[in-house]
């Protein structure tokens, strides 16, 4: 069975959020670009982006390291 995961999500003010998971510390700044405000940090689709990338690259290397 698979592990339950938590995370929380924290509105920062205007179109800000903070989002933090039970298994590490790290904050993650996530930051929606509207006409009134100027974007600082990671946007949501960025973010979606990133994470993708990363489970996919990480499935490659085991697949590359099954295959050696």
Known sequence: MSKRINIS???AGKFQFVGTN???????LID???P?????????KQLFL???ASCTA???????EKMR
């Open 36 to 44: 009134e405000t100027e974007k600082k940090e990671t946007g949501p």
């Open 22 to 28: 039970d298994t590490s510390n790290a904050k993650v």
């Open 58 to 64: 990480g499935v490659l290397i085991y697949l590359l």
């Open 50 to 52: 990133q994470g993708m």
């Open 32 to 34: 929606i670009d509207t």
């Open 9 to 11: 999500l924290d509105w």
